[in-house]
């Protein structure tokens, strides 16, 4: 079952500065920083009431951050991340909806989750990652 927005994740060029405007121009503190190597990103994490901010910069030029950026210069929101308590479960839901899988079974994400994403042409444009608490 989906019970959160657990974050929204942000294409970033450059996560120093980004972090920068999210704690000098909102107030709010960066809690995080991690390197995905599944993802190919290094990440900064903000707690905003419970649901996170999680800022994305590639790691390599063949990361699907960097490949967004490149249709996106400024920057941007990259995918909403509903969390769920049975991941496995949720993949079958869509899978069986008749949902693209980009992940047939979850993977290894920031702060030891295990995620899986939706092909955007499958959820009506938005990029959609499930995570397990
Ligand atoms: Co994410």
Do not use: W
């Not at 960066?30 to 901010?53: D, I, L, M, W, Y």
């Not at 995918?79 to 079958?92: K, M, R």
């Amino acid at each position: 079952m989906i019970n959160k927005i657990d974050h929204l994740g942000i294409a970033v060029k450059s996560l120093d500065e980004t972090v920068k405007y999210y704690e000098e121009a909102l107030g709010l503190k960066c809690e995080h920083r991690e390197e995905v190597p599944s993802q190919k990103v290094r990440t900064a994490f903000f707690n905003v009431g419970g649901t996170h901010v999680e800022l994305l910069e590639p790691m390599s030029p063949d990361s699907p951050i960097a490949k967004f950026l490149e249709k996106n210069p400024n920057g941007g929101v990259h995918h909403v991340a509903f969390g769920t308590s049975d991941i496995t479960a949720q993949l079958a839901q869509a899978k069986n909806a008749g949902v693209r899988l980009l992940n047939e079974t979850p993977v290894p994400g920031a702060h030891g989750k295990q995620v899986a994403f939706l092909h955007p042409k499958s959820t009506f444009g938005v990029l959609t990652e499930l995570c397990t608490e």
